[in-house]
């Protein structure tokens, strides 16, 4: 198999899991929003939502994870409003009605394009601005916190890496030469020393625990780990309940 067929089947069926029909909007939770279409620096159109809280309410940015599209993360949308926090979510290229085919640098772009549309259009200082990833998002909010200025850096379900994560569930795959996509967290997060938050569920079987736990090691201070014991990789602000909403307003707002 040559590299760039391996590539390709890495993508379909280990990475990128896009769903590009939209099932609801937040409305359908009863949130006010806004509706955002804005470009990358490559030209691609991009969507996503902004759900306003106070004015000087802190505003997370969140890069979900690498399946579905933003309409699946609705009702955490809901939840984070309920708190008294903003919350501004966007498709990566390739999902939902963003424009394209994802891939790591692409995905990346799509990000730092999120970021400007935030802190640019919709007016969000980015001292307000909490960058929030769950999963193959951890690595998409940690690598643009290495290129821009925000309050705080929150991840949850964070892996190591797609080399670490390949060889976990897939042992018998060739060495990770061959995997083109790094989404490298763990060579990332030593150089970050904003406020950082690790949220993990202790029996998540598609992220182990202690790739969390390595990633928490790893980082400089200031820092915190909040484990959820009876939580996986989806469940765990319904598991978390009014607790997990709870430290992580409290993280945002200690943060400042």
Same mark, same amino acid.
């Given at each position: 198999?040559?590299?760039?067929? &391996? @590539?390709? &089947?890495?993508?379909?069926?280990?990475?990128?899991?896009?769903?590009?029909? +939209?099932?609801?909007?937040?409305?359908?939770?009863?949130?006010?929003?806004?509706?955002?279409?804005?470009?990358?620096?490559?030209?691609?159109?991009?969507?996503?939502?902004?759900?306003?809280?106070?004015?000087?309410?802190?505003?997370?940015? &969140?890069?979900?994870?690498? %399946?579905?599209?933003?309409?699946?993360?609705? @009702?955490?949308?809901?939840?984070?409003?309920?708190?008294?926090?903003?919350?501004?979510?966007?498709?990566?290229?390739?999902?939902?009605?963003?424009?394209?085919?994802?891939? @790591?640098?692409?995905?990346?772009?799509?990000?730092?394009?999120?970021?400007?549309?935030?802190?640019?259009?919709?007016?969000?200082?980015?001292?307000?601005?909490?960058?929030? !990833?769950?999963?193959? !998002?951890?690595?998409?909010?940690?690598?643009? %916190?290495?290129?821009?200025?925000?309050?705080?850096?929150?991840?949850?379900?964070?892996?190591?890496?797609?080399?670490?994560?390949?060889?976990?569930?897939?042992?018998?795959?060739?060495?990770?030469?061959?995997?083109?996509? /790094?989404?490298? +967290?763990?060579?990332?997060?030593?150089?970050? /020393?904003?406020?950082?938050?690790?949220?993990?569920?202790?029996?998540?079987?598609?992220?182990?625990? &202690?790739?969390?736990?390595? +990633?928490?090691?790893?980082?400089?201070?200031?820092?915190?780990?909040?484990? *959820?014991?009876?939580?996986?990789?989806?469940? *765990?602000?319904?598991?978390?309940?009014?607790?997990?909403?709870?430290?992580?307003?409290?993280?945002? @707002?200690?943060?400042?």
């Amino acid at each position: 198999m040559g590299l760039s067929a &391996w @590539e390709h &089947w890495i993508e379909r069926t280990f990475i990128f899991f896009p769903s590009r029909r +939209l099932e609801c909007t937040p409305q359908h939770q009863g949130l006010k929003f806004q509706e955002c279409f804005f470009n990358n620096t490559d030209g691609l159109q991009l969507h996503g939502w902004y759900v306003p809280a106070a004015a000087s309410a802190p505003v997370l940015m &969140w890069c979900h994870g690498n %399946a579905g599209n933003i309409s699946h993360r609705v @009702e955490y949308l809901a939840r984070v409003h309920q708190v008294g926090l903003g919350v501004f979510v966007f498709d990566y290229r390739g999902y939902g009605l963003s424009q394209g085919c994802p891939s @790591e640098a692409g995905v990346y772009q799509d990000a730092g394009a999120a970021f400007q549309h935030l802190c640019g259009p919709l007016g969000v200082s980015p001292s307000q601005m909490v960058l929030l !990833g769950h999963s193959l !998002g951890s690595a998409v909010a940690t690598e643009l %916190a290495t290129k821009v200025f925000v309050r705080a850096l929150i991840l949850q379900s964070a892996f190591t890496n797609i080399a670490d994560m390949a060889r976990h569930h897939y042992p018998w795959l060739p060495g990770k030469r061959l995997v083109a996509h /790094k989404f490298d +967290l763990a060579r990332r997060l030593p150089a970050l /020393k904003l406020p950082k938050l690790f949220i993990h569920g202790q029996k998540d079987k598609i992220v182990p625990f &202690w790739m969390g736990e390595q +990633l928490y090691r790893l980082a400089p201070p200031p820092k915190e780990f909040y484990p *959820i014991v009876e939580a996986g990789h989806h469940d *765990i602000y319904q598991l978390g309940g009014r607790n997990y909403f709870d430290r992580l307003k409290s993280f945002v @707002e200690f943060s400042l």
